[in-house]
C-alpha cells in the first residue's frame, strides 16, 4: 500500500492526461472516469484533486493537451524543417509513424460522437491539420481542388491507420508503405538521403 501511496503522490498534470488518453484507446469512452483512469494506472484518485478542479475540468485539459501535444507542437517541429514542401510533408508522415502520434485518433472521433464539446475540438482539431497538409500540397503547386482532395486522403489514412492490423505491421513496413503512398499522392519520390525528386504522375 505504501508503494502505491508514494506512486499517487508523484504523478503530475501530464501524467493523468496520458493516462486518460491510453485508457480511452484502450477502453473506448466508456473507460473516461477518474476512478478508471486511476485503476487502469495502478493508483489511487487521490492526486486527482490537486491537478484539477473536477472532472469537468479534466476533460477541458485532456482535450487540450491532445491538440496541444499532438497538433500544434508536431506541426511548428514540421514546419521549422528545410527543405520543399514534398519534402516537409513526407518528414511529417515518418514522424507520425514513428512516434505514434496518431494512436489516439480513432479514440477520440469515436468519442466525439458521443460527446459534443468534444466534437468542437475534433473538428477543430481535423481543420487544422487539414489546413496545414493542404497547404502543403498548394505549395507543391496543385489546382485547389486537388490541394483539398490529396490532404483528405492523406489525413483519413493517418487518423485510421493505428488499428489493430497496422499495429501488426512493423515500423520499417509503415515507412516504406509511407514512401509510396506520399509519392502517389504528390508525384515526388523519396530518394535515400530523403531528398525528394519529382516523378511523372
Request: proline share 1%; hydrophobic share 40%; net charge neutral.
Amino acid at each position: 500500500m505504501a508503494g502505491k501511496a508514494a506512486k499517487t503522490q508523484r504523478l503530475g498534470t501530464h501524467d493523468w492526461l496520458a493516462g486518460a488518453l491510453e485508457t480511452l484507446r484502450r477502453e473506448g469512452v466508456v473507460g473516461v472516469s477518474v476512478e478508471n483512469v486511476a485503476r487502469c494506472m495502478g493508483v489511487t484518485k487521490g492526486s486527482f484533486y490537486h491537478h484539477f478542479r473536477d472532472k469537468e475540468e479534466f476533460i477541458n485539459r485532456l482535450l487540450e493537451y491532445w491538440e496541444t501535444e499532438l497538433t500544434d507542437k508536431i506541426d511548428g517541429h514540421i514546419a521549422h524543417l528545410h527543405g520543399k514542401p514534398a519534402e516537409q510533408l513526407l518528414a511529417l508522415l515518418e514522424f507520425i509513424a514513428e512516434n505514434e502520434t496518431n494512436r489516439y485518433d480513432a479514440s477520440m472521433h469515436a468519442w466525439a460522437l458521443h460527446n459534443e464539446r468534444v466534437a468542437t475540438v475534433v473538428r477543430q482539431v481535423d481543420q487544422k491539420r487539414l489546413a496545414y497538409v493542404r497547404d502543403l500540397f498548394l505549395k507543391m503547386g496543385f489546382p485547389a481542388e486537388q490541394a483539398e482532395m490529396r490532404s483528405r486522403l492523406s489525413y483519413y489514412y493517418v487518423v485510421g491507420e493505428h488499428t489493430a492490423l497496422a499495429e501488426e505491421r512493423t515500423l520499417e513496413d509503415r515507412l516504406e508503405d509511407i514512401k509510396l503512398r506520399h509519392e502517389l499522392l504528390t508525384g515526388w519520390r523519396a530518394a535515400a538521403n530523403g531528398v525528394t525528386k519529382r516523378v511523372r504522375r
